[in-house]
C-alpha cells in the first residue's frame, strides 16, 4: 500500500492565483482530514471528511474549500490565494472501527509558498 | 475549547540521560491523548497512544487526570530519538477530530 499521498511535494503561487492540493489514501479509511502547519504553530485542521459526500469545516477553513466524491481521494482547493496561506499543508486519514483510537496516517506534506 | 500545550519548543539532552516531553491539555470529558512523532524526512507518525498503556521505542507517557498532563517519558535517550514529537487530544467517542500541541523538538546529544 501507499498509504496517504500528496501532490505536488511544493508549489509557489502569486496572489491570486488558484489550485488544488491532491491527496489519496489506498487504506479504505473513512475519514480524511486537511491540515496545515506554519512555523512554531503545530498543526491546525482546515477541513475533513467523514465520508464520500460528506465534509465538514475545521479550525481554519477560510480561504479553502473541499470536495470527497470517492472514498480515496479528498482534493483542497485554494481559489484566491494570499501570503496568508504560505505553510505546509498535510492530508491524514484515519479508519473508525471497534477498538480503534482514530489513529491517523499522514502524506508527506505539500509546501506551499503565496508571493 | 479543548487544548494542548506543550511548553518547551526545544528540549537538548546528552546521549544516555533520561529525557521528558511535557504535554498539558484542557478538555472537560474524557480525552484520548496521543503522541505523535516526525523524524528528519519523514513523514508524522503515531508514537503511542495512552489508552494502549503500552511501551513504544522506550518511551511511555501515562495520563494524568488530575494534574490533566501526559508527558512522554524514556529513561535513556538514544540519538535516533532526534525529532519532533507533537502531542494530541481527541474528545473520544464518535469525535474523530484531533487537536495538537505546538510540538517539541528534541535533540539527543552524542
Known amino acids: 500500500n501507499a498509504g496517504v499521498t500528496q501532490t505536488p511535494k511544493f508549489r509557489i503561487l502569486k496572489i491570486g492565483q488558484s489550485m488544488t492540493l491532491q491527496c489519496a489514501q489506498d487504506m479504505n479509511h473513512n475519514y480524511m482530514y486537511w491540515y496545515r502547519q506554519d512555523p512554531g504553530m503545530g498543526l491546525k485542521l482546515i477541513y475533513y471528511?467523514?465520508?464520500?459526500?460528506?465534509?465538514d469545516k475545521g479550525e481554519v477553513p477560510n480561504g479553502y474549500n473541499v470536495s470527497r466524491s470517492t472514498t480515496e481521494d479528498f482534493p483542497l482547493r485554494l481559489e484566491l490565494a494570499a501570503p496568508s496561506q504560505t505553510s505546509v499543508y498535510f492530508c491524514?486519514?484515519?479508519?473508525?472501527?471497534?477498538?480503534?483510537?482514530?489513529?491517523?496516517?499522514f502524506g508527506p506534506g505539500t509546501r506551499l509558498t503565496v508571493t | 475549547a479543548q487544548r494542548v500545550t506543550q511548553p518547551e519548543k526545544l528540549l537538548s539532552v546528552f546521549k544516555g540521560a533520561p529525557v521528558e516531553l511535557k504535554c498539558n491539555y484542557s478538555?472537560?470529558?474524557?480525552?484520548?491523548l496521543f503522541w505523535y512523532v516526525q523524524y528528519s524526512r519523514q513523514r508524522l507518525q503515531l508514537l503511542l497512544r495512552?489508552?494502549s498503556r503500552e511501551s513504544i521505542k522506550g518511551f511511555t507517557a501515562d495520563l494524568n487526570k488530575g494534574e490533566t498532563s501526559f508527558h512522554l517519558k524514556k529513561p535513556f535517550a538514544q540519538e535516533e530519538d532526534s525529532a519532533m514529537y507533537y502531542c494530541a487530544l481527541s474528545s473520544g467517542g464518535s469525535n474523530y477530530k484531533l487537536t495538537f500541541g505546538k510540538g517539541t523538538l528534541l535533540t539527543v546529544n552524542p
Open positions: 491524514a486519514s484515519s479508519y473508525s472501527g471497534s477498538g480503534n483510537s482514530y489513529e491517523q496516517y
Open positions: 495512552h489508552i
Open positions: 471528511s467523514v465520508g464520500a459526500g460528506i465534509t
Open positions: 478538555y472537560s470529558g474524557s480525552p484520548e
